[in-house]
């Protein structure tokens, strides 16, 4: 069998990504994977720490995650074409009416 | 693996009522827009404060109960029902300040209200929590909904700059939250914030994976009460966002996210106290200092509010670091109270002035409005003066049960800062007061008797916020009783903390 380590270490490295993603880019929509892309790499930490464990619990807790990832991505995508209406920008920079 | 047994969910009526309450009052609110024109749709904003009403009162049935249902998910404490009573109240003076704002501002429509409703429902499940995933689940659902309110006013483009700003660090500290969630779930074996404390407690050496848990824990909590140097995104989305969403953005959601967060930190991270404590420290000074300072410069009055609420949620870890004892935690909650009472006082007048289209929410806006409003000036100075802690209102108690307590516990350098703090805030909150009664100048508003809803509300924010400040008593026994059922322990020193 396949050592946890080798799952929580993947793990550690797609959250890692997906944080620098969110850190680095600046198209709102790159920064929003970025985002998909932390809460998936805990579902696979949830999963094999649930295996190691061995209780149930962190499999049932990767369906909410999933389920709460799906609104959240829906609110997102809404509030991003609603700010690409009015100022034809996607860009995370180019917000900046609000400052100081 | 265990199987998962369906017959034995300890199934409560009592500990999902309010609940359902609620959210049946967001359906019906729903169902019913489709029905109501927008011009009409004050009465949908009735349904929700109907529902309000049934939810508070189902919740009172629970007080005194300190059980737990549902195994366990759900605790059913005097803890979850001082925080659903305060959450309630702030929800309910929100609906009833944006009855009249909604209209005026082109807000109008069942989804403003519903959103609200669903909100709230996400808050008490966050106060009621008895694991983690309660707590996840409650977060998002408070989370999502407001993000979709910060940007409710669709054509303005600041009021979706706060949303996409508020949406996406409220969603990056959800990553965190989570990932710590799973740490902590993968150290102890379980998600039960009971369980969670007995594998700690029984532990010897100190495993990695909590610890990083724990720190993961901190950041995504520090998001979300907005702590600095997590607090990027409150400037923005208080300023942006339509006026009773900020209020309800400052009072509820920060107190629901507080509630989360203490009982998360004193009912099973407890043992770890040592690590946390300095952690909490640190954000304190940061949090007030940096929020008093930069609240110093701003000329947007919803800015300088949200760098104040910046400041508050510092000096309430103040009491958090220093809470070792019931007396300290209990403390906090009234910190909490004091605060949710004088910020919804404040964020009334202020949307008293701000009349949706014309937004007249600059510190210079506020120039005379003694001499044509002398109520909603008084008002005004009454919450003002409480945030910056002047005796005999509701935030000098409170500051006072918080320093007290720290010192107790031998924060003696976090008090001094503290109240350092304090002094510098009284600048620029006396500022507001000085324009208010002392410039010439002012704008045209609206008058309150034809806004029955604000006047309310803002009339229940500065009654509580003078109760609170003069006869203590109670409320603070309220506090300290909350604090130890959610510790499970009978009180034993509620008293010594009175003056």
């Known amino acids: ?100 | 693996m265990t199987p998962l047994n369906l017959t034995t969910i300890d199934f409560s009526w009592l500990a999902i009522l309010p609940l359902i309450a609620l959210s049946v009052g967001a359906i019906v609110v729903m169902l019913a827009g489709t029905r109501v024109d927008d011009e009409d749709s004050a009465a949908l904003g009735f349904i929700v404060l109907v529902a309000l009403l049934a939810a508070f009162l189902l919740t009172m049935f629970e007080l005194g109960q300190n059980t737990a249902a549902f195994r366990g998910s759900l605790a059913v404490d005097d803890y979850a029902v001082f925080f659903e009573v305060i959450i309630i109240i702030a929800t309910a003076l929100t609906v009833a300040m944006s009855l009249e704002y909604a209209a005026d501002a082109g807000l109008a429509g069942a989804e403003y209200y519903a959103l609200v409703a669903f909100a709230a429902l996400g808050m008490l499940l966050m106060a009621a929590a008895g694991d983690l995933i309660i707590i996840f689940l409650g977060l998002e659902t408070m989370s999502i909904a407001v993000y979709a309110l910060a940007g409710f006013i669709r054509r303005d483009a600041k009021s979706n700059e706060a949303a996409i700003k508020y949406f996406l660090l409220g969603a990056f500290s959800t990553g965190f939250l989570l990932y710590g969630i799973a740490l902590l779930y993968g150290a102890t074996g379980s998600v039960r914030l009971t369980a969670i404390h007995a594998s700690i407690a029984a532990r010897t050496a100190v495993n990695p994976l909590l610890l990083l848990g724990l720190g993961m824990l901190l950041i995504g909590f520090g998001f979300k009460v907005a702590a600095v140097p997590f607090h990027m995104w409150t400037p923005d989305a208080y300023e942006g966002a339509p006026t009773p969403i900020t209020a309800f953005m400052a009072v509820a959601v920060k107190l629901a996210a507080f509630a989360g967060f203490l009982r998360i930190f004193f009912t099973s991270l407890d043992p770890l106290a040592t690590e946390w404590s300095p952690v909490l420290w640190a954000l304190a000074v940061l949090s007030m200092t940096a929020g008093n300072v930069i609240a110093l410069v701003q000329s947007n009055i919803k800015r300088m509010l949200a760098y104040s609420a910046i400041a508050h949620a510092g000096y309430a870890l103040v009491g958090m670091a220093a809470a070792n004892g019931r007396e300290a935690g209990g403390a906090v909650l009234y910190y909490l109270l004091a605060y949710a009472f004088t910020s919804l006082g404040a964020f009334g007048v202020v949307v008293a002035l701000d009349r949706g289209a014309e937004s007249h929410a600059q510190i210079d806006d506020y120039r005379g409005l003694a001499r044509d409003h002398p109520g909603l000036a008084a008002a005004m100075a009454v919450c003002l003066l409480s945030l910056t802690g002047v005796p005999p209102l509701a935030g000098f108690v409170a500051k006072f049960y918080v320093f007290a307590a720290a010192l107790n516990a031998g924060f003696t350098g976090l008090v001094i800062i503290a109240v350092l703090n304090s002094v510098v805030s009284a600048y620029y909150y006396v500022g507001v007061i000085v324009a208010m009664y002392m410039r010439e100048g002012g704008v045209a508003v609206e008058s309150m008797s034809r806004r029955p809803g604000l006047l309310i509300s803002i009339a229940v924010g500065v009654a509580g916020v003078i109760a609170l400040g003069i006869y203590p008593q109670p409320y603070m026994g309220a506090a300290v009783n909350a604090f130890a059922s959610a510790l499970g322990r009978p009180a034993l020193h509620a008293v010594s903390m009175l003056p």
């Not at chain 1, 619990?57 to 959240?72: C, K, L, N, R, S």
């Open chain 1, 1 to 100: 069998m396949t050592p946890i380590s080798y799952f929580l270490v993947l793990s550690a490295l797609l959250f890692a990504i997906g944080v620098l993603g969110v850190l680095i880019r600046r198209n709102v929509i790159v920064m929003l994977m970025s985002i998909e892309l932390m809460l998936n790499a805990v579902n696979l930490a949830f999963i094999a720490l649930g295996r190691q464990v061995g209780s149930i619990d962190g499999q049932v807790i990767v369906f909410f995650v999933i389920t709460v990832a799906a609104a959240e991505a829906a609110v997102g995508l809404g509030i991003v074409i609603a700010v690409f209406r009015n100022r034809a920008t996607v860009n995370a920079d180019e917000l900046n009416l609000l400052r100081w």
